[in-house]
């Protein structure tokens, strides 16, 4: 931690500050500018992040250096991690797809879809059993149901399972059908629902939250990794801005800081990430071109019948269609689909 | 909700739009203007939030019309809601002070703040037992340690106490020593524990999630309204910009726009919405002077001491003058305290 | 400047680094922790604003410390600038009103508008001849016919006139019919016309651009201050943030922001600041109690025929009870109206 | 425009609203729900731009429905726009690539840069001689002599310049320079410049204003359309958001939304956008795989001495590995480099 003081501040100021923090078992180094001085915090990284300073007489602000991760940091694990859900890996050379409708609805919409994404080139099944939905009085998944019907599909068409969670309470339920745990964007800082996901290990895809920085969803993985759970694959799906054209804004840049801050998988969401299902095609291509290890894609047979987010769901020909981008791209970036 | 044409729609489109319409149970109000035709959707308002039309050929844009709450909304319920926390009102003539540190460490720390903090008009201690934190190597409270001593300085002073929660599975426990349970911006929509909270009748106080809009906070309040228990309040607590030289920009707006579209009381949290100090008192005053209910304020013995968000927390001699300029407003409002 | 160095830097880079700063005509102070070394950049301040360190290989990255601005900065200037308008004082102990239609229309309606808040105790009228509008198709404004309107009624009613400057040519033209030229939102960073305004005396209201920080805010503030014009009044009317129920999110924590960090006065335009004219009354409630030293309200007699902004502006019998109001809240204050 | 009435409006409320809408010359469409009374206008576009219903006594809200801008919009003119630029193409099969310093600061800097681009696959020059500073005491550019030798270098090595205004009275000086005008973010919404922009032939590179929607940002473009020139080429330069570790978000999505509803180029500035040089690589990649028509990329012969912005330029070494890896996305695209 850096602590800069006031250009008026008196010397008394100043030792006060240095009192303080020698008080609380950290050491300092001095550097006083032309203007200002700047006092420099040295020591156990823990007795630093519970140190408070800016109530201090004389004190400007300061400055926080070092994040607070480090399971999930690339300094300390330079290797790209892969996780491997039965067999499929997520994390390396293939792009991992994951695709299928936002609801799941009924058997033979699901079969249908699975099907066909299998066909394209998928090798999860995605859909929601659990809905975590805005307004109490909107389609909340059809529960149980709704994770039978999901395995039925994915086995009989070879495909791994991702849904969400949204209660701890449902994890022994949820990873009887489940190859993968998702957790949601209103759920990322739900610590007690990482820390749960932490102490079994099945892979847990965890999306960026709706406002959360890239540090933020970092520390909330680190939940999840230092329960001892290592396989966590992050996923973009889009931030809060002011535009309102789109659902949400697509952070690509994302991508690439992840890549450079940590060693865990990336995947990207364009359905949510833009809520209009003709954008999902150029920001796909986009997301593979920036890095990603793979996508996750709503597709329903039927959108205009879809329970929910039939808006930014692709037809499974639409999805054909993406795919053959996508993999037209992901053969410049020396992958496969 | 209104289905916008494209100019250049042809009929068979605005056909094919009206008849998916009709088949979903819906009627229609067709406008054609000079340029664009505008299809109204007529009907049952939960056939109506699940159509979707942006998939159809021809639609450039839907409008949703209609707010989803209705429990909370002052379209259905004229009258101000006044919540009574075992005598102590929330709502009414007199602003609800809630008053005390961030953490809860010690029961010497805590009856010291309680003491101070009823004695300069408080009438709620806060403080968390439970702390939801961005690193899982913070300080995360003193769990129920924390509970007993919060109830101890509460019965001691004669206050009430406010704590947050961050797992229904704490409920039973929580409510054993809080009178109202207070759920934290991270969980705003944590719809699992809103549900379970709405299924018991103590009072919850709701604070907005960090980019929430006023439209979804009140739709998270109708998760806990819908389940049976109508004694939630609201509490603006600063939401996430672009601005960095305040940890979040406080919007009083919220105040005056929750006071039109809703009954429920609502309180400001000035200590979370600045992140400083120094703006904790200015932001009090302006709160109350924009229609607030009452303040939720962060008072530590020893702010330079805390465990967590010392830089925000009053001494409770700032805290004394705080109440004494808010006091000021207040009676302009034609308000106590 | 503060460079920290990546935990695994080598030795070579860390000089490297050095080496870059010393040859830049800086100094350095070195500061080696448990994982973590930092290197503080002491010397002269406009070296240091120019140099370049996060290429660097070891560079985890830079912090800037001190702001740029000077003649801004309360700490050059402790005390508070009061801005003199032929006699009316803006940052004294009154508060400045600044009242009148969005745009000039007529000189009957102004004549309206300047009679009813004179009376109301408006000191300033406020009104656009020329108009920055989204769309070039919107009214653009009534040019050199508008500002012979406003000074008329100014005149006639004993009010000073503040209008906005689009063009640094129009600089004469306006700067003969008013009294304070006003720089909107969209020309915060319009530097040449700051620059302009800059070197000339009569005071500048600076509109505190959509997404600006205060910093770049007060920076904005310090073109025009380094020019030799002393006489700059900031005014907050509201960011941009995802919320849209309001038309900008009203920051009233930057009043006590620009407080402590500047000298200058600060006046606050909670018709902007809103977009909603039912939101006007408890925001300049708010304002006055947060410390500002003004308001900046849209009046029109007849608002539901405005030419633009009608949804904000108050009729002068609104704008009458606002300002009963905001007397009672300056006088607790300890200001006057 | 839709007004939508509360749903306890009363039939006085609602012939009043009715009323004021045919006395602005204007036709109504009623349609009555179960709950609330919706009121379609209908007439004259700009009649209706400027109706004001807000504040009429029971509307609930007003929701506008067509898009101001026209000449900017694809619905009207569905034809992809091809820029010409002295023979070289904006728009067409081939992408345009635009690099150089941030800064003109030398003959030799500019040479060695412009050499260098040329041969890596730029066809523009690109390089600021009046450079937009947050502060005034920030390097403000050589002005003419920096354009003189842009000029220099571009037809040493067959390179087209664009350039950046911020002042219409430099439109002469730099027009005989410059192939290609830039507008940056800051200027977006300077109105005069666009205007006077328009009224001339040359091209305009239009960046995407800090916080702009892109319907404001068409808006914008529109300001230079319908002055009569019809050479804009818009350019996506990250917006701001709550993320600090890129110095803005790039949003991409906006390259597939302009291509929706715009028939003009759009070209992507991934330096700007990141702020990072090592995220350049990847948004490069990103962006031509998003379907941009072009890149402006900063590159500096030696980004470790650059006067303004060396952290997010680029080596030439590092412009020929992101153009090698471009050319191939591109290819992919049906497009060449």
């Keep these: 931690m850096i602590v800069v003081m006031k250009p008026n501040a008196t010397k008394a100021e100043i030792d006060g500050a240095v009192d303080k923090i020698h008080r609380s078992g ?14 420099g ?21 300061t400055v926080r250096i070092t994040e607070k991760y ?38 033979e919409q699901v079969d249908e ?17 659990f809905k975590p939905r805005t307004s109490p009085y909107d ?27 949204v209660d701890k309470d449902d994890m022994d339920l949820i990873g009887a059908y489940a190859d993968v745990f998702q957790v949601g964007a209103r759920n990322m800082q739900n610590f007690q629902l990482l820390r749960a996901l932490g102490r079994q290990s099945k892979p847990v895809l965890l999306k960026r939250g709706l406002a959360a920085t890239i540090s933020e969803w970092l520390n909330a993985a680190e939940y999840i990794l230092s329960e001892g759970n290592p396989n966590v694959i992050l996923c973009e799906r889009g931030i809060r801005t002011y535009e309102t054209f789109t659902r949400n804004t697509l952070d690509l840049s994302a991508v690439a800081a992840v890549k450079e801050l940590s060693h865990l998988p990336i995947v990207v969401d364009p359905s949510h990430g833009t809520g209009r299902w003709e954008m999902v095609r150029p ?49 410049v970036m020396g992958r496969t689909v």
Excluded: W, Y
């Design 26 to 39: 950290l050491d300092v180094n001095i550097s006083k500018g032309a203007e200002t001085t700047i006092i």
């Design 41 to 61: 915090v040295i020591g156990d990284k823990k007795k630093i992040a519970n140190l408070q300073m800016n109530m201090m007489p004389g004190v400007e602000k």
């Design 70 to 107: 480090k399971l999930a940091s690339r300094n300390f694990h330079p290797q790209d991690t892969v996780v491997d859900v039965g067999g499929v890996k997520i994390g390396g050379k293939a792009l991992a797809v994951m695709a299928g409708p936002c609801s799941i609805e009924s058997q």
């Design 113 to 129: 879809a699975a099907e066909k994404v299998k066909a394209a080139g998928a090798s999860f099944l995605r859909g929601g059993a």
């Design 139 to 165: 389609f909340q998944g059809l529960a149980e149901e709704g994770l039978k019907i999901m395995r039925n599909s994915a086995d009989k068409f070879g495909l791994k399972v991702v849904t969400e969670i």
């Design 283 to 331: 920001m796909a291509r986009a997301a593979v071109a920036a890095g990603c290890d793979g996508l996750i894609i709503e597709v329903h047979p039927h959108p205009e019948q879809a329970l929910s987010d039939g808006d930014q769901s692709l037809t499974p020909k639409n999805f054909e269609r993406v795919m053959d981008e996508v993999r037209s791209i992901a053969a």
